[in-house]
Structures are given as C-alpha cells and as structure tokens.
C-alpha cells in the first residue's frame, strides 16, 4: 500500500467503527455506518493532510464515491500521483 492510500485508510478508520478488524479497499462506506457529520468531517481531514478541495455537496448526504479505494483513487488523481 503506498503512503497516499495508507494516509487515506488512517482518516477514514478514525471515523468509522471496524468492530475489530482493518478497514480495507474494497470496503463500501454506506456499509461502515459513516453519518453525514461525519462524513464532511472525513473530507475535511482529507483536503487538508492532502492540500485540495474535493467536491462535495453538504446537502446531499451521499458521498460520490462508494468505496475506500475508489476515495483514495481520486485522491491521488487530484494530487496527481494516480
């Protein structure tokens, strides 16, 4: 796992519960119980550790993205290192 996704794994795990296990790629994030605060939270973290603005419409509750992988993925692209 490269530093960009192992960065994007460590805040997303901060606001979810694993119920004891590792959160990994292939997670759904509608099956991690992440709330909306939580969730505008989750992309506060991420613009700021990674210095960018991700799109996001706080009155819509539904994340464009569905799984951790697929968050990290576009991650990379906006910092450019996909």
């Given at each position: 796992?490269?530093?960009?996704?192992r960065?994007?794994?460590?805040?997303?795990?901060?606001?979810?519960?694993?119920?004891?296990?590792?959160?990994?790629?292939?997670?759904?994030?509608?099956?991690?119980?992440?709330?909306?605060?939580?969730?505008?939270?989750?992309?506060?973290?991420?613009?700021?550790?990674?210095?960018?603005?991700?799109?996001?419409?706080?009155?819509?509750?539904?994340?464009?993205?569905?799984?951790?992988?697929?968050?990290?993925?576009?991650?990379?692209?906006?910092?450019?290192?996909?």
């Open positions: 796992m490269d530093d960009v996704t960065d994007v794994v460590a805040i997303i795990a901060k606001k979810v519960t694993l119920k004891g296990r590792e959160l990994q790629l292939d997670d759904r994030l509608d099956e991690l119980g992440l709330d909306s605060f939580a969730a505008v939270e989750m992309i506060f973290d991420l613009e700021e550790k990674f210095d960018i603005q991700i799109p996001y419409n706080s009155n819509d509750a539904r994340l464009e993205f569905q799984t951790v992988g697929e968050i990290a993925a576009a991650i990379k692209t906006l910092i450019g290192k996909a």
